[in-house]
């Protein structure tokens, strides 16, 4: 069964950093793109980053340009998150690609990590 | 960035109902979109892909057709387990962008 399971999300200050991981089993994590979305407290669904199955080409929303890093190794998905602000208080769901780039279906999502950002 | 508008933002219906939601893109995205669902404290979960593809597993109550700028959600009869958040989710172009969602509930 593919599966996917975040961790590292947590408290953390106005201005503090995070880094957030995303297990990968079940499926050849190194055939497919991979993609962080975050959903604020009673609002929708925002796509953050992505990056593609070989890692050569990544992608971020405007949002996270300059703050956030995606990276991907093994069977592991991060997102070094800097320079935290209130605005990216969420829970961050990693999600599987259904090829190896972005223009592609989100077919398996992990269960999401929240991140609450306040002093 | 290309904008998803969807409507209605909620709606209430009641058991074995057909039940339709559309979502309208700013630009022509082709068929390259998705349909999710969202059931409260839940991940979301692909229904719909490429447009009009059921994913594996998925019941034949949901349906979506639709091309370039607009497209529709269907649920053919309403079952009191289809109480969620459905969002429509465009990959023609990155950003990738979701609609604003439609709450379904049950009347």
């Known amino acids: 069964e593919e599966q996917l399971l975040e961790s590292g999300g947590g408290l953390v200050q106005p201005g503090g950093s995070l880094r957030l991981s995303c297990a990968a089993s079940?499926?050849?994590?190194?055939?497919?793109?991979m993609s962080w979305v975050r959903q604020a407290p009673g609002k929708g669904l925002e796509w953050v980053s992505g990056?593609?199955?070989?890692?050569?080409s990544i992608k971020y929303a405007d949002s996270a340009k300059g703050r956030f890093t995606i990276s991907r190794a093994k069977n592991t998905l991060y997102l070094q998150m800097n320079s935290l602000r209130a605005e990216d208080a969420a829970i961050y769901y990693c999600?599987?690609?259904?090829?190896?780039?972005?223009?592609?279906?989100?077919?398996?999502w992990g269960q999401g990590t929240p991140v609450t950002v306040s002093s | 960035d290309i904008q998803m508008t969807q409507s209605p933002s909620s709606l209430s219906a009641s058991v074995g109902d057909r039940v339709s939601i559309t979502c309208q893109a700013s630009?022509?995205?082709?068929?390259?979109l998705n349909w999710y669902q969202q059931k409260p404290g839940k991940a979301p979960k692909l229904l719909i892909y490429?447009?009009?593809n059921l994913e594996k597993g998925v019941p034949s109550r949901f349906s979506a057709s639709g091309s370039a700028t607009d497209f529709t959600f269907t649920i053919s009869s309403l079952q009191p387990e289809d109480i969620a958040t459905y969002y429509c989710?465009?990959?023609?172009?990155?950003?990738?962008?979701f609609g604003g969602g439609t709450t379904v509930e049950i009347k």
């Open positions: 999600a599987k690609h259904g090829e190896s780039h972005f223009y592609s279906k989100m077919d398996v």
């Open positions: 079940g499926f050849t994590f190194s055939n497919y793109a």
């Open positions: 990056i593609i199955a070989t890692g050569g």
């Open positions: 630009q022509d995205i082709r068929n390259y």
């Open positions: 490429d447009g009009a």
């Open positions: 989710q465009q990959y023609d172009n990155v950003p990738l962008t």
